[in-house]
């Protein structure tokens, strides 16, 4: 079986002081271009929740779009959209963080999910945790039921999995 750590490791490339000083910003866009790592990756992530066990996926604006839409269409659910601010064009919710560079708000239609519908949740990376927290809050108060939250690379030196505590984190690759 494939390793997906290493296929993580392998295709990602360092980026120093990335969008600013002292951010090594991990660039995953060379695993996006590569068709087989990118199914591998993809069936990977489906496989480790297993078949049934989610009803949509929720993808985090931007590089979350693409695994999640990926996953989606390989387990034969929907996709929903978790945006940047003043993105979606209907009513929703909104929530505020601070980003490991910056400040940021997201949203997601307030009619996304339906009562009860469980959500597996996905961005690239996971660092301080507070897009990933913020968005599944937002997932909640949409009326979702998150039942799980994964990510291809997690910073470990960063407080994003105790901060999501006691949800259940899955990261293919932990640096
Ligand atoms: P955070 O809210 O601090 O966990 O940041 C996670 C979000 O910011 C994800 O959507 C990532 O795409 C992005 N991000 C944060 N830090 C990095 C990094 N060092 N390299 C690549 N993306 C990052």
Same mark, same amino acid.
């Given at each position: 079986?494939?390793?997906? *750590?290493? @296929?993580?490791?392998?295709?990602? =490339?360092? /980026?120093?002081?990335?969008? %600013?000083? $002292?951010? +090594?910003?991990?660039?995953?866009?060379?695993?996006?271009?590569?068709?087989?790592?990118?199914?591998?990756?993809?069936?990977?992530?489906?496989?480790?929740?297993?078949?049934?066990?989610?009803?949509?996926?929720?993808?985090?604006?931007?590089?979350?779009?693409?695994?999640? *839409?990926? @996953?989606?269409?390989?387990?034969? =659910?929907? /996709?929903?959209?978790?945006? %940047?601010? $003043?993105? +979606?064009?209907?009513?929703?919710?909104?929530?505020?963080?601070?980003?490991?560079?910056?400040?940021?708000?997201?949203?997601?239609?307030?009619?996304?999910?339906?009562?009860?519908?469980?959500?597996?949740?996905?961005?690239?990376?996971?660092?301080?945790?507070?897009?990933? *927290?913020?968005?599944?809050?937002?997932?909640?108060?949409?009326?979702?039921?998150?039942?799980?939250?994964?990510? +291809?690379?997690?910073?470990?030196?960063?407080?994003?999995?105790?901060?999501?505590?006691?949800?259940?984190?899955?990261?293919?690759?932990?640096?």
């Amino acid at each position: 079986m494939a390793d997906l *750590a290493e @296929i993580v490791a392998s295709n990602t =490339v360092d /980026v120093p002081d990335f969008p %600013k000083p $002292g951010i +090594l910003f991990k660039d995953l866009t060379p695993l996006f271009a590569n068709g087989p790592v990118f199914r591998e990756v993809v069936d990977g992530i489906a496989a480790h929740y297993g078949a049934g066990s989610f009803d949509v996926v929720a993808g985090i604006e931007a590089r979350g779009f693409l695994i999640a *839409a990926g @996953i989606a269409y390989a387990t034969g =659910v929907g /996709v929903v959209p978790v945006r %940047k601010a $003043g993105k +979606l064009p209907r009513a929703t919710h909104r929530g505020s963080y601070e980003l490991e560079y910056g400040e940021a708000t997201l949203e997601v239609h307030q009619d996304a999910f339906r009562p009860g519908e469980r959500v597996l949740v996905v961005d690239d990376v996971l660092a301080t945790g507070g897009t990933a *927290a913020t968005t599944l809050e937002l997932v909640e108060r949409a009326g979702g039921t998150v039942v799980g939250f994964t990510v +291809l690379l997690e910073l470990s030196f960063l407080p994003g999995r105790e901060r999501l505590a006691p949800r259940e984190v899955h990261a293919l690759l932990t640096v």
